[in-house]
């Protein structure tokens, strides 16, 4: 109980409080009571971020006691801060709107945290691959108190031409660019001062919060922008029905929350917070909206690698659609670039400058990585997906209504183009279209565009736009009904219900999950206890992919190496892999072979740990093996070396 | 302001006086159910990450696996077994050398200690008294 009111306390510190106070003391004026709560964690994420990262290089090192002189000292600083402004916030979002909406707002968001809650019973468990890996480092960061340099020692075959027969030998090490600061420095801090392990429900609830506040975001864009058209409050709370309760787990859904698919999540939430800051900055002419939408890029990029991809091109799409198609595109451009003229907006580019070019460049920013992701695509998996399949991962339903909403605005835009009162209605359609239309164009024809990247990952992408427009949608078709007859009002309301349900509901049945493999994860998270208990400096530990469950968080309870222990992986991949090493698999499979004896030999192996069932039986021989732990599943072997 | 049928999301400005939903209760709720649920999560992953709640499984260890030990600890994390009988081999499995049982609570355990697992190539053999197949082995 203590744990949980301290996770909860300490999650607030870090994911709530900072953001909540600076969005009050800078722009409350503009935004009501509901947006800066749905904002503050998107700011606080990037406060938090920021001070994590910047701290070590200013010679603190992330310890509680740091952490905490630090956040309190920021926290009570922004309090007294507020507290002299006396602050006051705009209207309420939903003023003008009848208790009904409220209420069915209510019913709506109840409803998608039962389906969420009821989902994560299943996979609350710490078992998924990626989350494994993504806690080795940020349980690292806790342990060294630093930034850390994400590389991992490398294993290569001493003939790779002869891969399958050759020893393996350590040859070095290699950076990861895959992994980027800004996935892992939140669980580190929440861990370090609430004294929750990693190695818990904490990573998975910190990402359930993200992804809540995602779709609260979704509804409070939508909102604002369509906030002077009638339909614009529908088109909200039809985005919390389709996002939240139907599609729930699947796509960039729960399942990422539960598979650990960190980046995806952090940056989905980014970049919808900054759409919205550059919205109100664009429209409302703000310099500090525009300076958190700068803020949350430039945090972007520190933390997702394929999300700041992607939101380049949103952005590149929308600046160029406003250029093409609003008619006063001089005077809108003169605003924009006036939003840039603030002293806050200048030293922050400055400070940003120099930290990126002389302390700290994302791992992932480098000629190699940058000319691999730009190009014509030449990979068969990057050369783009039929529609069909991207309308598969959008969901059918959808994606057609987001066609059906892009014409649908297509028809309001023509109306409000040139009048003054719709300037604001109209900047929004071109942000919804484009962000559509590109996404849209990147999965189905990448060559165009010059992206070289897998197209499945970019279409996980196409869910929050195919949202926006499909709500737009249904929430117009509703309004144009309104002259048909009562029941048929109703009937068609029913027959839209009905044409979303029927592919959502099912498609949420199936996405969900088998009891969890806790028993089998847990003897897992004891073999590894024991052995990082146990192995020495000069030996590495070698374990199965295969069989084990929850394997990769093994590392996390012997944080010497990312590749520590080292893993016979799956076997397909020293198939597809011909210059792969085969010593992990020669070393479980065929233990007694001369291969083997010597793969030990160079790589120091000690303890070994396999599926009892199914590779017990190759460490029988005494002479070379002893075996020194055993439970339900795993066993672990230690190899003799005199 | 007269309300049509159609119009019901709207409402009279002198009715959002009496509003009771405004954006701050509205937070409050939000919040209060999100914590719910992560309450709810939160102890399910502990009840799941309990080696005993729900769970029928026992491990057996070298207290010491890189020297030389008479020691071996063993955790009793099983629904219905709390005796555990043990035998010590000879290299290979050739003769039994000693028999022997241990108690262990469930939740607890016990350390086995005996100068015969200092023998390089001794062989101990557990499982749990009423169930003869359920074997774990450790060897030298």
């Known amino acids: ?642 | 302001m007269k309300i049509t049928r159609f119009q019901y999301f709207g409402v009279k400005l002198s009715d959002m006086r009496k509003e009771v939903l405004t954006d701050k209760v509205i937070v409050c709720l939000i919040t209060i159910f999100v914590i719910a649920s992560f309450a709810v999560l939160f102890a399910v992953e502990r009840v799941q990450s309990s080696p005993l709640a729900g769970k029928d499984w026992w491990s057996v260890s070298f207290v010491s696996p890189l020297e030389p030990t008479s020691e071996i600890l063993i955790e009793n994390y099983t629904t219905d077994h709390t005796t555990f009988r043990y035998e010590i081999q000879s290299e290979g499995g050739a003769r039994i050398r000693k028999e022997g049982s241990v108690n262990v609570e469930k939740g607890s355990s016990e350390v086995l200690s005996d100068e015969l697992l200092l023998d390089l190539g001794a062989t101990v053999i557990f499982y749990p008294a009423d169930n003869t197949n359920d074997l774990k082995t450790l060897w030298r």
């Open chain 1, 1 to 642: 109980m203590i744990d949980f009111i301290l996770l909860i306390l300490v999650s607030a510190f870090f994911l709530v409080v900072p953001g909540f106070l600076t969005v009050t003391l800078l722009l409350a004026r503009r935004l009501s009571f509901l947006e800066v709560a749905v904002a503050s964690v998107p700011v606080s994420f990037v406060i938090t971020t920021t001070i994590l990262l910047v701290m070590p290089y200013a010679g603190l090192t992330l310890t509680a006691l740091n952490v905490s002189i630090i956040f309190g000292f920021l926290t009570l600083t922004l309090l007294t801060l507020c507290w002299r402004k006396r602050v006051t916030f705009a209207a309420d979002l939903f003023y003008g709107m009848s208790r009904f909406y409220r209420i069915l707002f209510f019913v709506l968001f109840l409803a998608m945290i039962i389906a969420k809650t009821f989902y994560f019973i299943n996979t609350i468990f710490p078992t998924a691959t990626d989350l494994g890996h993504h806690m080795y480092w940020s349980q690292w960061i806790i342990q060294e108190g630093r930034i850390p340099l994400y590389e991992k020692t490398i294993v290569d075959p001493l003939d790779p031409e002869q891969a399958a027969t050759s020893p393996a030998a350590f040859v070095g090490v290699e950076r990861i660019p895959d992994f980027i600061i800004g996935e892992h420095l939140i669980f580190s801090a929440v861990s370090l001062l609430s004294g929750v392990s990693v190695v818990s429900s904490m990573p998975s609830l910190l990402l359930y919060l993200v992804q809540i506040v995602t779709i609260l975001l979704v509804f409070v864009s939508l909102f604002r922008f369509f906030k002077r058209e009638s339909w614009g409050p529908h088109a909200a709370l039809w985005s919390i029905f389709l996002l939240g309760v139907l599609w729930s787990f699947s796509g960039a859904q729960a399942k990422f929350v539960s598979g650990g698919v960190v980046g995806n999540i952090f940056g989905n939430m980014l970049i919808l917070s900054s759409i919205y800051f550059f919205f109100i900055a664009l429209t409302e002419q703000s310099k500090r909206a525009f300076f958190f939408g700068l803020w949350s890029n430039v945090v972007l990029v520190y933390t997702h690698h394929l999300s700041t991809f992607i939101f380049a091109y949103v952005l590149l799409a929308f600046i160029l659609s406003l250029l093409i198609f609003v008619p006063a595109r001089m005077h809108l451009l003169r605003r924009a670039l006036a939003l840039f003229w603030a002293p806050y907006t200048l030293l922050f580019f400055i400070g940003l400058g120099l930290f990126f070019f002389f302390v700290h460049i994302p791992s992932y920013i480098n000629p190699e990585a940058i000319s691999s992701s730009v190009g014509t695509p030449t990979k068969s998996t990057r050369t783009g997906l039929p529609l069909a399949q991207l309308m598969e991962m959008a969901a059918n339903a959808r994606y057609l209504l987001a066609i059906a909403g892009m014409l649908a605005l297509m028809s309001v835009a023509k109306k409000v183009r040139t009048s003054a009162q719709g300037q604001n209605t109209f900047i929004a359609i071109v942000l919804c279209i484009s962000w559509f239309a590109v996404i849209t164009l990147m999965v189905l024809y990448p060559q165009y565009l010059q992206v070289n990247i897998l197209s499945t990952r970019v279409a996980t992408y196409i869910a929050y736009p195919a949202v926006f427009l499909s709500s737009i949608a249904l929430a117009l078709l509703l309004l144009r009904a309104r002259t048909l007859p009562r029941y048929l009002y109703i009937g068609l309301g029913m027959v839209l219900f009905f044409f979303v349900a029927v592919e959502g509901i099912p498609n949420n049945i199936a996405s969900l999950r088998d009891a969890p493999a806790a028993e089998e994860a847990v003897q897992t998270f004891h073999t590894a206890r024991y052995i990082g208990a146990h192995l020495p400096q000069d030996q590495w530990a070698l374990k199965d992919h295969n069989y084990i469950t929850a394997d990769t968080w093994m590392k996390i309870f012997m944080p010497r190496d990312y590749s520590n222990p080292l893993s016979r992986a799956f076997f397909a991949r020293y198939e597809s892999q011909p210059r792969r090493e085969n010593c992990t698999r020669e070393m479980i499979t065929n233990p007694h072979t001369e291969l083997a004896k010597v793969c030990f030999d160079n790589l120091s192996i000690g303890p070994i740990a396999v599926d009892t069932k199914e590779d017990g039986v190759s460490f029988s021989d005494q002479a070379k093996f002893t075996k020194v732990y055993e439970n339900n599943e795993v066993s672990v072997f230690w190899r003799k070396t005199k």
